[in-house]
């Protein structure tokens, strides 16, 4: 599992270079206060962006790499969340009962 954090860094890395560019382009194309000229060459520079420079980032638990019941708080899979917060490990974390 990972291989699955190993790729999801190296997409990171890959998505940065073009993140700032992209992110421009993208806001000036949707700004209605701009000219439409300038909004639709930005349109047109963005779909020139490759696919996979468009990738989409995944999170993923810190600890077991699992994406599913990902909580974004904690950086931890739901299942880590209930065993780590029941253990006493994560602060101000209790079981609850009723």
């Known amino acids: 599992m990972r291989y699955l954090l190993i790729r999801q860094l190296n997409r990171k890395r890959r998505f940065k270079t073009v993140e700032t560019k992209f992110l421009a382009l993208k806001f000036i194309s949707q700004n209605q206060k ?35 019941g990902y909580l974004r708080f904690f950086n931890l899979s739901r299942i880590q969340v209930r065993d780590l917060g029941r253990n006493g490990a994560l602060p101000h974390v209790y079981k609850s009962s009723w």
């Open 34 to 68: 701009i000219i439409s000229s300038l909004r639709w060459e930005a349109s047109l520079l963005l779909s020139k962006f490759s696919k996979k420079s468009r990738v989409r980032l995944k999170n993923h638990c810190f600890l077991t790499s699992r994406n599913r």
